[in-house]
Nanobody, 125 residues
Framework: QVHLVESGGGSVQAGRSLRISCAVSGNTASVCTMAWFREAPGKEREAVAAIWRRSGATYYADSVKGRFTVSQDNARTTAYLQMASLKPEDTAMYYC??????????????????WGQGTQVTVSS
């Protein structure tokens, strides 16, 4: 079993930065990939970024490439999403998710076994 808890969301103005975190506990050694998804009202859940925990390889959606950075701490117990140059269209509930398998290069929500409760990010213009 893997337990995920997000933190760090909030409200910021456009152009500012925000970092959200995902604490990973339980059978952390079994997790291959950590991903961040977001869901805005009226829109489908989309993959924003992912990190393959052992290799450190990363994935970014085109909409956030160059602005967001996914990382993990050395103990691999916390995943981070550093968000810079935030835009109003980044407003969404952000979820971290864990995949016990390494999955595809583009994360798909149905591949992920464990999910956090979500943290709201609101960007005002």
């Amino acid at each position: 079993q893997v337990h995920l808890v997000e933190s760090g969301g909030g409200s910021v103005q456009a152009g500012r930065s925000l970092r959200i975190s995902c604490a990973v506990s339980g059978n952390t050694a079994s997790v291959c990939t950590m991903a961040w998804f977001r869901e805005a009202p009226g829109k489908e859940r989309e993959a924003v970024a992912a990190i393959w925990r052992r290799s450190g390889a990363t994935y970014y959606a085109d909409s956030v490439k160059g602005r967001f950075t996914v990382s993990q701490d050395n103990a691999r117990t916390t995943a981070y999403l550093q968000m810079a140059s935030l835009k109003p269209e980044d407003t969404a509930m952000y979820y971290c998710a864990a995949n016990l398998f390494c999955g595809e290069a583009v994360p798909e929500a149905d591949e992920y076994n464990y999910w956090g409760q979500g943290t709201q990010v609101t960007v005002s213009s």
